[in-house]
């Protein structure tokens, strides 16, 4: 005699195919989930609150650690928040620099997105490969910035320290060599009648209700909605370069998910390469700030967003005219993918499919709690 | 189907091309892949040259960095004697320590492999830890562009020299309001002044309000333990500005003109009154009678009125300020800025008997036996001789006495070539008064240019200003004419001789070099001593002395536990700050002796 119809099975958050410190409480009939609860709590750190201790300098250190796997749209945002607020100009090559930062973390970042989105259907050589390859773009930001992950570069008034010497050229050779290596790639995954088959169809957000539930980055765009920060409310100098937004990829499930970003890399390093090729060689990169322990930031308050590999990244900066920032809000797109939009999207679904699509979603704990 | 073809189930195998490529990712055997040129390791600090400001340790946000004694490096001037001690267990190495280091000397390295099983070992100290560090060093601060702090002065607005040998106004004209904020904000507030500073003053606070724009605030505590401000942010000699951690690679804080901007928000006493509004004791019965009305009996005079004592200064001079009034010339520190200063310690309660000398119009004797307590503030009235032929001729001054003259309004007729002899500050203030009355002025100094003890600001305010530094010169003779009047100087041009016994180069007179310089008046800036002749010889086995100065213990007091003493009649140093220190010492043994220890812990 079954009294209970459903099972409660909890995914996390020790478990290999959660995308973090997280848990998803999943309650299954058979294989076929019925209710799925995202637990958090697991990794709060708060860095919010952490940043109206720190003075505004101190809490630059802190946003990159909001997001480990792409940190620099934080560093971003945080900068051009404080900036905002104290109508601080920027040298132009620094804003230059930024963007090929940013880029080149979209890069890396979808990088490991390649290795978690094939693992998670059992296809584990393609990670090997893209993450070893991901190397290369870290090398050079440990070259540019000083860290690997962790950069800590872009602060407010601009970068920390200018170009290497003979820098660029190395990124032209990192960007031929990763182009290439997505062919490879390509055969290995999108090819792939296994990866076919386990993604088309699967994780499905119906395009009508995508705004509402506040969709945003590549699931968005896979429901055929052209929206990206970077052409809506062009920031630094992305009115200057070129580049696609894919808005043809419409059947909004984690193959067109897939398939954005497969499309997205290669736009990303091209504009890379526009990046290096328009920069100024010359000219400081950085608007010195006053003496960090007397710097006050006149009151006021600035809302920044920056388009992150995940999607719209926001930021909510408040100043009350102290040497401490008052709040800073962050508003990353994991906040409603990994909580409002997953509990969603996962009924109905099948429970060997739910990291497939979580990590189709760019969930990242770190920043639901920040 | 539509994922069902042929290609996805071939394509895939590809892989197995790469079997025989190299490997990217594995190195067999193990190869060390070195850190990039500017990577952000573990520290190092170079021990010799951090001077412990603390800097690093205010910025970490982490609070991974403390400052701890070493062995070995003693706290001097300048230098705290502490180090940095980084708690690797918490440090993030955003390198924002070495980023705000103002000397340099933290940086990380290309080192990231530290292992020990002891977590004791996680704290460590850069540079002491990992002496091999240097040849590592990644991320620095080298290019001071990228260094937080800000290492240019704010421009201070002067006269411009044209205009200021017209007349005796005031030459540095001060900071305005934006100016002075943002000269703050530069401020580190790392204390290393403060410990320089012979008075101690509260330098980073007062700094940080003028930073925050609280003036008022700033004055306040300016004036808690200096009763002559307005006087110090002018003329001071500032060793606090010398030992600025910002001077290691940059230009120091602008402390003197700091604390002069915060003065002169007070427009006159009353002002100064109603700001500072410093509370008063109600009195406490002791009388305390201070001899001259210099800096240092000024400071004895004010903290002691405020304290509720009876205090009374006799002054020989019809003024008050010593030689602030009657040495340091208008256009360093004019008329009314004084007065303004003296008018406010009239108002908390401070007596004064002008044109008083003490063992002529009135005897030492009567004032000790009169008051609970003396104190001698008498300075250095005398000047030191040339000591060579022809000195007592017309046209040849002692600095002081010249200055003293100018300072009381008259105009002395220099003729039109004036020779100043010495290379000390007195020199170049005789130097540039004789410029605004007229004259060519020549400095004649025994030594070099970089061996003079003046202020390097000042030197380069008197060439601005006309004045030529004639160096390695040694004056041997005054010619007179048949009135006996200056007519030239002639002097012999020196060498340099390495001292053998490692002290300075000693300037040897060359034989046969003797030259004449024509010229109207001669003024002799070469030292000045003391005259204790007010006081009668029985008090001399208890008021000792040691080569002209007073010698008192760390209360400022004598052997007479009476008698306290302070001010340049004591000390080597003689500026005005010194002899602020000196009276304040002396305000402390004063209150214990005649209210007791306990009273000294209450403010
Ligand atoms: C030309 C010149 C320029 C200077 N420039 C600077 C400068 O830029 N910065 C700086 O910090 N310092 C400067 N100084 C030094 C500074 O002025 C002195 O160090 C300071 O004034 C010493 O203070 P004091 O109280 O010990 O003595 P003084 O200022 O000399 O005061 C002693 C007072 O005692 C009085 N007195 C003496 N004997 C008797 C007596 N028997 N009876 C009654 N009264 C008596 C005197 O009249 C005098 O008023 C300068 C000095 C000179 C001469």
């Known amino acids: ?370 | 189907m539509s994922w069902f073809n042929i290609k996805g189930i071939t394509n895939p195998l590809t892989a197995l091309g790469q079997v025989a490529k190299k490997p990217h990712t594995i190195r067999f055997p193990y190869e060390e892949k070195p850190a990039a040129e500017r990577y952000r390791g573990l520290h190092y600090n170079d021990i010799d040259y951090c001077i412990g400001c603390g800097n690093c340790a205010e910025i970490c946000m982490n609070k991974a960095i403390d400052m701890v004694p070493v062995e070995g490096i003693e706290p001097k001037k300048g230098d705290s004697g502490l180090r940095p001690r980084i708690d690797n267990g918490r440090c993030c190495w955003c390198g924002l320590c070495v980023d705000v280091c103002p000397t340099g000397s933290l940086s990380l390295t290309r080192e990231y492999i530290f292992v020990s099983p002891n977590p004791e070992d996680f704290l460590w100290m850069p540079g002491i830890s990992n002496p091999d560090g240097k040849d590592k060093r990644s991320w620095r601060s080298n290019d001071l562009n990228f260094s937080i702090n800000t290492y240019e002065r704010e421009k201070m607005p002067m006269l411009d020299p044209k205009e200021r040998v017209k007349s005796f106004a005031e030459v540095v004209l001060g900071y305005e309001e934006d100016q002075a904020r943002r000269e703050a904000q530069r401020c580190l507030s790392c204390g290393l002044c403060t410990e320089a500073c012979p008075e101690h003053m509260h330098i980073p606070e007062y700094i940080n309000a003028i930073a925050w724009g609280a003036d008022d605030d700033s004055l306040r505590i300016i004036y808690d333990n200096n009763p002559l401000p307005e006087t110090c942010g002018k003329v001071c000699t500032r060793r606090c500005e010398e030992v600025c951690a910002l001077a290691k690679r940059g230009e120091p804080v602008a402390i003197r003109w700091l604390k002069r901007y915060a003065t002169e928000r007070a427009l006159n006493a009353d002002e100064i009154k109603e700001i500072v509004n410093p509370p008063i004791a109600p009195k406490n019965g002791k009388t305390v009678g201070v001899i001259g009305a210099g800096p240092a009996g000024l400071t004895v005079g004010y903290y002691l009125a405020l304290r509720g004592f009876d205090v009374e200064i006799y002054e020989r001079n019809s003024r008050a300020g010593g030689m602030t009034m009657y040495g340091i010339p208008k256009y360093r520190l004019p008329l009314e800025s004084l007065d303004k200063q003296i008018e406010y310690m009239k108002k908390v309660g401070v007596k004064f008997h002008f044109n008083t000398e003490v063992g002529k119009d009135i005897s030492f004797d009567e004032i000790y036996q009169k008051y609970d307590a003396v104190f001698i503030g008498v300075g250095l009235q005398d000047a030191w001789k040339l000591g060579i032929e022809g000195e007592d001729a017309d046209g040849v001054w002692s600095a002081i006495h010249f200055l003293r003259r100018v300072n009381e309004g008259e105009r002395i007729d220099v003729g039109n070539r004036v020779v100043v002899v010495g290379g000390g500050n007195t020199a170049i203030d005789a130097s540039r008064v004789s410029r605004r009355l007229g004259a060519e002025v020549i400095m004649l100094y025994r030594r070099r240019k970089q061996d003079m003890p003046a202020d390097w600001e000042e030197i380069e305010d008197a060439e601005a200003e006309g004045v030529q530094i004639w160096t390695q010169g040694i004056p041997v003779k005054v010619i007179t004419d048949e009135q006996g009047k200056v007519k030239a100087l002639r002097y012999v041009k020196a060498e340099m001789v390495p001292d053998p016994r490692g002290g300075r180069p000693r300037p040897v007179p060359i034989e046969g070099s003797e030259t004449d310089i024509e010229c109207t008046t001669v003024i002799a800036a070469i030292g000045q001593s003391a005259d204790y002749s007010f006081l009668p010889e029985k008090y001399h086995d208890k008021v000792k002395m040691n080569r002209g100065r007073i010698i008192v213990n760390e209360w400022g007091q004598t052997d007479d536990p009476k008698i306290f003493a302070g001010g340049d009649a004591v000390n080597r140093v003689a500026d005005a700050i010194s002899a602020i220190a000196d009276g304040y010492r002396a305000v402390k043994g004063i209150v214990r002796l005649l209210l007791g220890e306990e009273a000294l812990k209450q403010k």
Not at chain 1, 78 to 92: D, K, M, N, Q, S
Not at chain 1, 100 to 114: G, K, N, P, S, T
Not at chain 1, 223 to 233: L, Q, Y
Not at chain 1, 308 to 317: D, I, L, T, W
Request: proline letters at 6%; one cysteine or more; glycine letters at 8%.
């Open chain 1, 1 to 370: 005699m079954r009294k209970q119809k459903t099972t409660t099975i909890y995914l996390g958050p020790q478990h290999p195919g959660i995308t973090g410190n997280m848990m998803v409480k999943l309650e299954v009939d058979g294989d076929t989930i019925v209710k799925a609860e995202t637990h958090i709590g697991y990794l709060h750190r708060g860095f919010e609150k952490l940043m109206e201790r720190r003075n505004w300098l101190q809490s630059f250190t802190i946003v990159c650690r909001i997001c480990v796997p792409e940190p620099d749209p934080n560093e971003e945002n945080y900068a051009r928040g404080v900036e905002e607020i104290e109508g601080r100009e920027v040298p132009e090559k620094a804003r230059w620099i930024r963007m090929l930062v940013l880029e080149l973390a979209r890069i890396q970042a979808y990088l490991l997105w390649y290795g978690g989105q094939s693992a998670s259907v059992g296809l584990y050589t393609i990670g090997q490969w893209s993450i070893g390859d991901r190397n290369y773009v870290l090398d050079l930001f440990e070259e540019l910035t000083g860290g690997r992950v962790y950069h800590m570069y872009i602060w407010p008034g601009g970068v920390r320290r200018d170009l290497p010497k003979g820098f660029k050229d190395r990124v032209y050779k990192v960007m031929d060599y990763i182009e290439k290596r997505l062919d490879d790639y390509d055969r290995l995954l999108f090819d792939n009648a296994i990866f076919q088959k386990r993604a088309q169809g699967v994780g499905y957000i119906p395009p009508e209700k995508a705004i509402e539930w506040g969709v945003v980055g590549p699931p968005l765009r896979a429901t055929g909605t052209k929206s990206d920060v970077r052409i809506d409310e062009p920031y630094e100098f992305y009115d200057q370069v070129e580049f696609v937004v894919p808005d043809f990829y419409k059947t909004s499930d984690v193959w067109a998910r897939a398939l954005v970003r497969r499309f997205e890399i290669r736009q990303a390093i091209n504009i890379v390469r526009q990046v290096l090729d328009k920069m100024p060689e010359k000219g400081p990169v950085w608007n010195k700030i006053p003496n960090p322990h007397k710097w006050r930031i006149p009151r006021g308050d600035a809302y920044v967003k920056t388009e992150s590999a995940r999607g719209e990244f926001g930021y909510y900066v408040v100043s009350d005219g102290s040497q401490f920032p008052r709040r800073v809000h962050v508003r990353g797109p994991a906040y409603v993918h990994g909580i409002t939009l997953l509990e969603k999207i996962l009924v109905g679904q099948n429970i060997s499919d739910v990291s497939m699509i979580m990590n189709s979603l760019g969930t990242c704990p770190p920043e639901m709690e920040r």
